[in-house]
């Protein structure tokens, strides 16, 4: 019932203009979305590398339907590399990418096309790109484009999402020399036959995929917010004699900033998830929707900075 209100307002003219003009609720986006255009993306990306943090920056636009859209999503990001690169603010600040913003549910030869042309342009800048992950029915194919981007762009990131239970032996196909791996929960509601339904379970999951990821040759990306499972991330590190140099965290723009904060200051590399464009109500509400957990997550994250 809850997420069919969500999914109903997020359809919504008339919310969208209370959202976006209600004084409380900028605050609210202010905090979570860098802004619409491609200087505030590059404005909060310097301000985050100036206080020691790396970054990835996406471009929100998922429902891409048409060709164009996809081709405007792929120049954004070319043009958001170019200014990115003379800036300096490179190798620092990366890119995230879904491919269903570049043409993936209508011809996945496109969506390569295009995401071969952004990691080319992150290339020249002296960055790389990670392929952002999606509900389980685009799985394969995200990671059958990926395989054919390592060809020519070997550090180009993978996203897995540890609440599918597929997950763990994806891990270890993924965890050879040079791999960049995030593991992140899943945000997506999926069908148990396809994934862990209780926090407990993903939970269980994200360890055992972590330890993995952590015992391998690649480069794991350890993107949570849980206390908890950083901490144990940590042990994991010096369980397997990783330095700050061989992994990172990576966080929420707007998400609990004194702990990434204090990891920084530790020595740990922490990357920010910076999302920025003019489709900013749909990606909160889209994010609200797909678990109504997500309202107390966002709300925790509004009376506290820890």
Known sequence: ???SVILAASRSSQVERLVATAPYTRDVVRRFVAGAATDDALRATRGLVDDGLAVTLDHLGEDTVRPEQATATRDEYLKLLKMLGDAGLTPAAEVSVKLSALGQMFDEQLAYDNARAICAAADAAGTTVTLDMEDHTTTDSTLEVLSRLRKDFPSTGAVLQAYLRRTESDCRELSSAGSRVRLCKGAYKEPESV??????????SYVRCMNILMSGDGYPMLATHDPRIISIGEDRARWFDRGPERFEFQMLYGIRPEEQARL????????????YGDEWYGYLMRRLAERPANLVFFGRALISKK
């Open 1 to 3: 019932m809850l997420r």
């Open 264 to 275: 920084a200051g530790e020595g740990y590399t922490v990357r920010t998830y910076v999302p």
């Open 195 to 204: 994934a862990y339904q209780s926090a407990r379970e993903v939970d269980k």
